[in-house]
């Protein structure tokens, strides 16, 4: 099967969280994890209402969520209900504190994550 190399750079909690969820997925690898969650991704064409707005904060709170979910990866925990609202409240806040961006110009396309 040919492939097309992607460079691809985590910060050391979410490659550490992607090597456990791989494990527990029981994924063979890193690498067929991503592909799959892209795959999954481009079947289900769904909005990314909690992954998009972690995207834009700052770094240092991105850090610290990745943090939070390395953690929760290695209870076995996942985030729902009244804590996951919390942290995306948390998480508007430090968006809503930051300069506005121009959105990127329409191309036609899907949005993605």
Same mark, same amino acid.
């Given at each position: ?14 490659? =550490?969280?992607? *090597?456990?969820? %791989? /494990?527990? $997925? ?9 592909? @799959? ?23 240092? =709170?991105?850090? *610290?969520?990745? %943090? /939070?979910? $390395? ?9 729902? @209900? ?32």
């Amino acid at each position: 099967m040919a492939s097309s190399p992607i460079s691809l750079k985590l910060p050391p909690d979410l490659a =550490e969280t992607a *090597k456990l969820r %791989a /494990k527990q $997925l029981r994924y063979p690898s890193v690498n067929a994890y991503l592909k @799959g969650l892209i795959r999954y991704d481009a079947l289900v064409q769904g909005e990314h209402q909690i992954t998009l707005p972690i995207a834009a904060l700052p770094g240092v =709170e991105q850090d *610290k969520m990745d %943090a /939070k979910l $390395l953690e929760n990866t290695k209870r076995g925990v996942g985030e729902r @209900g009244q804590f996951l609202k919390r942290l995306l409240i948390k998480g508007g806040k430090a968006v809503a504190s930051q300069p506005a961006q121009e959105p990127p110009a329409n191309t036609g396309s899907s949005p993605s994550a």
